[in-house]
């Protein structure tokens, strides 16, 4: 069974450095064509795309975000860990991992199971 | 970055009925599009990849297609259940994007 489960600070002061963790299993994102993504969603609005690392390690970022973002894992391909640096109010959302995996039988690359969501508030 | 516009916004329908929602890319992806379902306080469950097929488990009521680079999502025989928002993603291209999700209700 796939879980993955985010964790984070809950509430951080502006300016600050915002910390999350993925934690997951059921796959091995050594595997080829693994890769996790961070994705964000301030309440009420739709879903963006920040980073991802996939089973080589090759790290990608939004453009929009990328001064301030930084993607790695664990050695243990266990867990991938997000970065963001000087926060503001604006960083408020609910924070997801989840997992992109290829589909051999239709040759398709899925992103196919989320966590539940880390919920960050940013505030003084 | 690629965008992805969703329309509608926001759409009310009865039980039993159809709706379609769509989706369009400012440049080609390839099919390179999924569909997600989200429920309230939940996370996005994914229904269709490849824009046209059926992810493990979602019902045969939910059908994906394109045309150029117009996508659509179709909801055969509405359901009580199926009351939620809708996002589209494009993964053909870094950034990936998400379109800005139809919110579903039923009458």
């Known amino acids: 069974q796939v879980t993955l489960k985010e964790s984070g600070p809950g509430m951080l002061q502006p300016s600050k450095t915002l910390s999350l963790t993925c934690s997951f299993s059921?796959?091995?994102?050594?595997?080829?064509?693994?890769?996790v993504s961070w994705i964000r969603q301030p309440s009420g609005k739709s879903l963006e795309w920040l980073a991802a690392?996939?089973?080589?390690?090759?790290?990608y970022y939004n453009p929009s975000l990328k001064s301030r973002l930084t993607v790695s894992k664990d050695t243990s391909n266990t867990q991938v860990f997000l970065k963001i640096t000087s926060v503001d109010i604006a960083d408020t959302a609910t924070y997801y991992c989840?997992?992109?995996?290829?589909?051999?039988?239709?040759?398709?690359?899925?992103?196919?199971?989320w966590g539940q969501g880390a919920s960050v508030t940013v505030s003084s | 970055d690629i965008q992805m516009t969703q329309s509608p916004a926001s759409l009310s329908a009865s039980l039993g009925e159809t709706v379609t929602i769509e989706c369009l890319a400012s440049?080609?992806?390839?099919?390179?599009l999924a569909w997600y379902q989200q429920k309230p306080g939940k996370s996005p469950q994914l229904l269709i990849y490849?824009?046209?097929s059926l992810q493990d488990g979602v019902p045969s009521r939910f059908s994906g297609s394109e045309s150029g680079t117009q996508y659509s999502l179709e909801i055969n025989s509405l359901q009580s259940e199926d009351a939620a928002t809708y996002f589209c993603?494009?993964?053909?291209?870094?950034?990936?994007?998400f379109g800005g999700g139809t919110k579903l209700e039923l009458k």
């Open positions: 989840a997992r992109r995996s290829y589909y051999s039988s239709s040759r398709a690359y899925v992103m196919d199971a």
């Open positions: 059921g796959f091995s994102l050594s595997t080829s064509g693994m890769v």
């Open positions: 690392i996939d089973w080589d390690g090759d790290k």
């Open positions: 440049e080609d992806i390839y099919s390179n």
């Open positions: 490849d824009a046209s």
């Open positions: 993603q494009q993964h053909h291209d870094y950034p990936w994007t």
